[in-house]
T-cell receptor, first 108, second 111 residues
């Protein structure tokens, strides 16, 4: 099982880029990295996932290092509504196991 | 991605009773899961709901307490049995179709 490590909390100013790091040093070659977020009292929301190439969608960008041992989720222009808990997950046997995630607070 | 409808959205139940939570997916999916989120905590996987066979439970969760059904590829139920106040949590259904999608959860309060 590839375990992930994330900072407990981060702050970001509204309108600035939020860069959320994740370490997954034991990831194997065919395991994807998934990012989800949970806004208070809601179900987790899918953000993005990737294998080894950088990925971008309408919500965020995912930068994965060449050795795949870490990744960074980038919210290019954070808004107050991006305040949430962000989870970096490497599925094991097809299952998502949630850690404590990173509490991102976007402030005015 | 799949859309999940989960109900009830919330309930208040008496201790000793049971509650069945329903999860409906708008497309056929191979894998469905049930999670629990205790107050102030992250999500904990309860079990994988297998179509046509018994669910696969994670360590610390047993079938007698959390019986699960999955009669087809779009529907599953989770029952929380013989409830106590410690079962007060949010219960979430998830399905995998490419990415993993989550329902909005059932907020259960046991009094």
């Amino acid at each position: 099982d590839a375990k992930t490590t994330q900072p407990t909390s981060m702050d970001c100013a509204e309108g600035r880029a939020a860069n959320l790091p994740c370490n997954h040093s034991t990831i194997s070659g065919n395991e994807y990295v998934y990012w989800y977020r949970q806004i208070h009292s809601q179900g987790p929301q899918y953000i993005i996932h990737g294998l080894k190439n950088n990925e971008t969608n309408e919500m965020a960008s995912l930068i994965i290092t060449e050795d795949r041992k870490s990744s960074t989720l980038i919210l290019p222009h954070a808004t107050l509504r991006d305040t949430a808990v962000y989870y970096c997950i490497v599925p094991s046997y097809g299952k998502l196991t949630f850690g404590q995630g990173t509490i991102l607070t976007v402030h005015p | 991605s799949a859309v999940i409808s989960q109900k009830p959205s919330r309930d208040i139940c008496q201790r000793g009773t049971s509650l069945t939570i329903q999860c409906q997916v708008d497309s056929q999916v191979t894998m469905m899961f049930w999670y629990r989120q205790q107050p102030g905590q992250s999500l904990t996987l309860i079990a994988t709901a297998n179509q046509g066979s018994e669910a696969t439970y994670e360590s610390g969760f047993v079938i007698d307490k959390f019986p699960i059904s999955r009669p087809n590829l779009t529907f599953s139920t989770l029952t929380v049995s013989n409830m106590s106040p410690e079962d007060s949590s949010i219960y979430l259904c998830s399905a995998r179709e490419g990415q993993y999608t989550f329902g909005s959860g059932t907020r259960l309060t046991v009094v």
